[in-house]
């Protein structure tokens, strides 16, 4: 069993919805939770992380974690065509733990 | 964006030639890290480094070996490449190592695109 599960998609929207990544974990020791976007030809670069479970809210971007079910979401409000990207779950144990990532595309 | 490059950025080469990816950063970070990127697989480790001549097996080391001899450099060898080795190459660092206790970020770098004929 994979450490860290994501759906890869493709995921395709309308400009303007509210789009909903997921990643489940198996080991219930993670406490440090990450989303990393990644634009195509280019690095992963950090979104967002959360500390244990709840939310957290930067801009447009909403965080959040359910220890007890072991499932982290990433939720994009409003989304516009430049969120094309591959969103990539990760989570801090013994070492990174990354999910497959998700790739996203918003159109106009 | 952080200090960290790679070279080359890309790379075509054959099997069973031997092939070496450098990873330099200007952040004097500890740790260092070389992943690979699969579709279906995402990244996964292959070594990692937590200092100078200190380094680890990470998931996927079979076929790769690694050398750092300075703070800001570490290298990733391929010593007789396959056409399984075909992918994108990523460095990472961090200041910290992972752990269940304290945050840490991971910077990466741009990657190198590999394919082996």
């Known amino acids: 069993q994979k450490e860290v599960e994501q759906d890869p998609g493709p995921l395709s929207v309308p400009e303007g919805a509210i789009v909903s990544l997921n990643c489940t974990y198996s080991?219930?020791?993670?406490?440090?939770f990450m989303w990393y976007r990644q634009y195509s030809r280019k690095g992963p670069e950090l979104l967002m992380y959360t500390y244990s479970s709840g939310n957290k809210e930067d801009g447009r971007f909403t965080a959040q974690v359910d220890k007890s079910s072991k499932y982290i979401s990433l939720f994009i409000r409003d989304s516009q065509p430049s969120d094309l990207a591959t969103y990539l779950c990760a989570m801090s144990g013994n070492q990174f733990y990354f999910g497959t990532g998700t790739s996203l595309t918003v159109i106009p | 964006d952080a200090g960290i490059t790679q070279s080359p950025r890309h790379k075509v080469t054959e099997t069973g030639t031997p092939v070496t990816l450098r990873c330099h950063q200007t952040e004097n970070h500890r740790y260092m890290y070389w992943y690979r990127q699969d579709p279906g697989h995402g990244l996964r480790l292959i070594h990692y480094?937590?200092?100078?001549?200190?380094?680890d097996k990470g998931e996927v080391s079979d076929g790769y070996s690694v050398s750092r001899s300075k703070t800001e450099d570490f290298l990733l060898t391929l010593e007789s490449a396959t056409s399984s080795q075909t992918s994108v190459y990523f460095c990472a660092i961090s200041e910290e190592p992972p752990g269940l206790a304290d945050y840490n970020e991971q910077f990466f770098g741009p990657g190198t695109r590999l394919t082996v004929l």
């Open positions: 080991n219930s020791a993670f406490q440090y």
């Open positions: 480094s937590y200092g100078v001549k200190d380094t």
